[in-house]
């Protein structure tokens, strides 16, 4: 099968063939677009009393564990703090925070609610992007699904779609694969939408009761093509008949004075929205997921 891209000698090492991924059927039903609304988790999330617990050191922004309390609810979260934002010369507009809560408003509307509730607020070190903390799904006793897996086989095994090859060393490749999964491929057609430029799969999160949420929308709806992503699997399929309607959906949610559209303007720039309306319709025009342009690197580095 052909790979979009080769990818670098990393982390990665080789695995197993990989058994048929024991990843439950979504619980809900199908989606559609909608009109954005607050979540059950957002008014919580935004006025809440904030209080920093710790730093995660790993990130390359500043990222704080904390806790987020109001009427005696308390929830964790993560806080990302604009003045703890690295530039970046191909965003040179708006901030990571913006477009991380830009992302959870197409999210929402999209119905597929795949990113957790995120807000922007004023916080201890300033306003920043506030989102909801997702436990592993080991407390409720439920499973750790495996989403990706490295195959010594030239094609992917049941349940389970190619995206490109890995150099483990030793002049020796693995075929990088990804779960062939509805909510991953809720997700591959989030990503087009946002055009994402940073799919990792240390992103992809599972949730209780089989959920998957995906975090980290800080490089997104650029206007230029940016996508990159290890859910190439889909890549030139078409679009799921779900896909089209929240897709038709979320084109009306877009238009010119509609409740998204103007939320999207206080976090986003016109050329940002124009592209990403032109996204919208290039999907619905070509009917299948996109391909790799090749004026772009197609996988994320490093793509763990």
Known sequence: MPAPERI????????????????PAPADPPRTAREPAAGPGDALLADGELTVRGQIREASNAVLYCTVERDGRTVSAVYKPVAGERPLWDFPDGTLAQREVAA??????????????????DGPYGTGMVQEWIEPPEDDGGEVPELLALVEDEEP??????????????????LLVHADHPWLRRLAVLDAVINNGDRKGGHLLPGAGGR?????????????????????????????????????????????????????????????????????????????????????????????
């Open 157 to 174: 095994g049941p349940g389970w779609k190619a995206v490109g090859y890995a150099d483990i060393g030793g002049g020796r490749t693995a």
């Open 212 to 304: 998957l949420f995906a975090i980290d929308h800080g490089v997104t709806f650029n206007a230029e093509d940016k996508l990159r992503t290890l859910l190439w699997g889909w890549a030139g399929e078409p679009l799921t008949d779900e896909a089209l309607e929240v897709l038709r959906g979320l084109r009306e949610a877009l238009a010119d004075g509609a409740p998204l559209a103007a939320r999207l303007a206080e976090l986003i720039t016109d050329d940002e929205i124009a592209a990403l309306r032109e996204r919208v319709a290039q999907l619905l025009r070509t009917g299948k997921h996109p391909e790799p342009g090749g004026e772009w690197p197609a996988i994320p580095w490093p793509p763990v």
């Open 104 to 121: 959870y408003e197409i999210s929402r509307a999209t119905g597929w609610d795949l990113i957790p509730a995120t807000v922007l607020r």
């Open 8 to 23: 670098p000698t990393g982390r990665l090492s080789a695995m197993e063939p990989a058994a048929e991924p024991a990843v």
